[in-house]
């Protein structure tokens, strides 16, 4: 599992690298960020959800400034911004179709799940490859947040 902190689409192979370089100078010494899964949730809409996730607690107000120091780094390569403000989540399925929808919702929201703390310590430049059973990622890069000045 993974929390997207950006999705970027298709990126040239020499862009990754400066990626790379741009997010270690921004974000490397940023500080571990602790979390904790709190509830289950959807995006769409109710008779099609799309996207079911894990929210999250704990210090998200930490993990939004990450996504922005991210942010602020891709527009240098010429990535536009996210549109929607940033949801802390964990994606834990994908919907394909609208069959059974409301079935599957009403389960979603009728199960309780049992919280987990985990400690956020590096970020990793991910590829994702999409098969018709789903995506496979491969870490592409690591960068660790632990170090540095701005460590708490």
């Known amino acids: 599992m993974h929390i ?3 999705f970027m689409g298709d990126v040239e192979e020499a862009d990754l690298k ?3 370089e741009l997010l270690t100078s921004s974000i490397c010494g940023f500080g571990e960020i602790f ?11 109710r008779n099609f959800p799309q996207v079911l996730w ?10 939004a400034l990450l996504a922005e ?3 602020s780094a891709t527009k240098k390569l010429g990535v536009g911004r996210e549109k929607k ?30 919280p987990f703390q985990f400690v956020v310590d ?3 430049i991910k590829q994702s490859i999409l098969k018709p059973q789903g995506a496979l990622y491969n870490n592409l ?12």
């Open 4 to 6: 997207t902190l950006k």
């Open 18 to 20: 400066r990626l790379y």
């Open 35 to 45: 979390l904790m899964t709190e509830k289950t949730g959807y995006f769409g809409a």
């Open 54 to 63: 894990l929210g999250l607690t704990g210090d998200t107000g930490r993990l």
């Open 69 to 71: 120091k991210i942010e």
């Open 85 to 114: 403000k940033f949801l802390p989540h964990i994606t834990i399925g994908r919907v394909k179709s609208a069959q059974n929808a409301n079935f599957l919702i009403a389960k979603l929201e009728e199960s309780t799940i049992q």
């Open 122 to 124: 590096r970020v990793f």
């Open 141 to 152: 890069y690591e960068i660790p947040l632990k170090g540095g000045s701005d460590e708490k």
